[in-house]
């Protein structure tokens, strides 16, 4: 925003640059008229996806201090619509520059398969809103995403899915490595909150949820007796560091003291493509 000063000053040049040009019906809202561009890569990956959204003004000048708003959407093939999680952009920095995370849900295409169009929607008072479309592609190193479900906890008469994203660093040479990982539950085809403690999901709702705790716990061995905790930023992202690294790691997620289960296990599997194993074995 300007500050109530720049803008009477502002209002004061305009007013007298008309009288010396007799030009007139110009309105100062103009003045605050904003500019979004992309800055970064059109294309996405299922999983973590950031782009970078330059915020200008009339001027071409950076404008700091802004926080655009990102809308997701998938046009399915087969008709319906849907949304994606995601975590927002940033405030603009000093050069303009926000960073908007998604984490996609789904690729545009299967082979020769489109499966439909992801449209990402940046949106900002005072501008024009920018709308672009990302191809999106399935990264094909390592697990991106599991579900996990548990028949007692239901949105909608099916059970709540929580969708577990990795967008873990690659492991160094002694088998260390940096988790993490972003949480997500699906509340309906258009809200995929990130999964907070002392949250609410489907507030008002016969499926209303209460997130009382969350537990996430991390290991390279799915038999381990002791995992490791992973901490919470507060907003999704859960982060571990762990050792033993070979070609999976695995992830234990409870809500509210229940856990949840991908199919008949009570963790999900995070491992390399046999691709990536094999190619592993190549270079030994
Ligand atoms: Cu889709």
């Known amino acids: 925003m300007l500050k109530p000063n720049t803008f009477i000053k502002a209002t004061a040049t305009t007013l007298a640059a008309c009288m010396l040009m007799a030009c007139g019906g110009e309105s100062s809202n103009n003045d605050t008229q904003y500019t979004l561009s992309l800055e970064s890569e059109k294309t996405g990956v299922v999983g973590k996806s950031t782009y970078t959204i330059n915020v200008t003004d009339k001027d071409g000048l950076a404008v700091y201090g802004e926080t655009p708003i990102m809308k997701p959407m998938m046009a399915m093939t087969a008709g319906h619509q849907h949304s994606s999680p995601h975590t927002g952009c940033t405030e603009t920095d ?82 260390e490595r940096s988790i993490e990982l972003f949480i997500s539950s699906k509340e309906s085809m258009m809200s995929f909150p990130a999964l907070q403690t002392n949250s609410t999901l489907s507030a008002g709702t016969e499926d209303e949820l209460n997130v009382d705790s969350v537990d996430v716990l991390v290991s390279t061995d799915n038999d381990a007796e002791i995992w490791t905790t992973a901490t919470t930023n507060g907003a999704g992202v859960w982060t571990a560091d762990i050792e033993n690294y070979s070609n999976a790691f695995y992830v234990k997620l409870s809500v509210n003291g229940t856990a949840k289960k991908s199919g008949e296990f009570d963790y999900a599997t995070f491992k390399k493509t046999e691709n990536m194993m094999m190619k592993d074995m190549a270079d030994k």
């Open 94 to 175: 000093d050069q303009g520059n926000s960073d908007c995370t998604v984490y996609f849900l789904m690729a545009s295409a299967m082979g020769d398969e489109v499966m439909g169009i992801w449209s990402i929607d940046i949106e900002l008072e005072n501008a024009e809103p920018l709308s672009f479309v990302p191809a999106v592609t399935m990264p094909m190193a390592e697990t991106v995403k599991v579900d996990l479900k548990e028949n007692d906890d239901t949105v909608g008469g099916t059970a709540r899915r929580y969708t577990i994203f990795n967008s873990s660093a690659a492991s160094n040479a002694e088998g």
